[in-house]
């Protein structure tokens, strides 16, 4: 049974390489000379096969590539860009665009909104409460900066007033900045004081508890006129030519005229800044 088994064996591994059976064995009177080609035509028989194998396995491969080739290649999928969006307000309608753009009065960290404003103008105290309610609520990376418009001394007269108590509210002499800012315009446009002299604007900061001598020494300081000055400059570079207007980072100009109304100024500022987010 054992030696059946070797034999059974042994007819496959020769079946597996592709050669034939064995021929029996040659006899004396069998001619030498036939014995090489039955020898050569098993040889080619056996190479023949060989290379049939090797063709099946390289053509296996081949079509296992083309196949991997073949799937098709996905793309990652891209959501539509915040840029191109469509905007509810346009360009030369709603707003003007400066070119080149101008530099703002804070740093490069956060977008800049901008208002020129004046104490005596009936539509930037209409305005006032609309801006207090955006403030409140407005972007951590929008900063708001407020510009008194200086056309003529009057002007300038209430600018030297608004950047004296800007600095006194910060040294913290001046508690609430908003409620002095309300003061203001209630004095000019309620009570028909047009605080045209030092001595009528004195008597403003007097009622919150400012001496004479912080505030002489705040009025005529270097910092206040320093203010002033880059306060004309900005004006000049983003040609302020009326009140209220909203500048974006020293990009965009806007104002009452433009939107129509004081909730859509209030939309069109929310819109250029959100542009601004998106560089």
Known sequence: MKNSFLILLALALVACSGEQAETPAITEETPAVEEAP????A???VEEAAE?????????????VVEEDDQPIVLAQQTEPAAAR??????????ARMVPSQPTWGGADKIEVVEFFW???????????????WKAQKDPNVRFVKIPAMWQPVLELHARLFYTEEVLARNGQIEDPASFRNMVFEEYHRRGNRLTSEKAIYQLFERVGISQEDFDKTWSSFEVDQNIRK??????????????????????RTGGSEAGSYTKLIEIIDELTAREAIR
Request: charged residues 30%; negative net charge.
């Open 86 to 95: 469509e905007w509810q307000f346009k360009e030369g309608t709603h707003f």
């Open 119 to 133: 104490y005596g103008c009936p539509h930037c105290y209409d305005f006032e409460p609309y801006l207090n309610r």
């Open 52 to 64: 049939e194998a090797l063709q099946v396995v390289e053509e296996s491969a081949a079509e296992d």
């Open 43 to 45: 040889s080619e028989q």
């Open 231 to 252: 306060a004309k400059d900005l004006a000049r570079r983003y040609s302020i030519a009326s009140v209220p207007a909203i500048v974006v980072n020293g990009k965009y």
């Open 38 to 41: 039955v020898e050569e035509a």
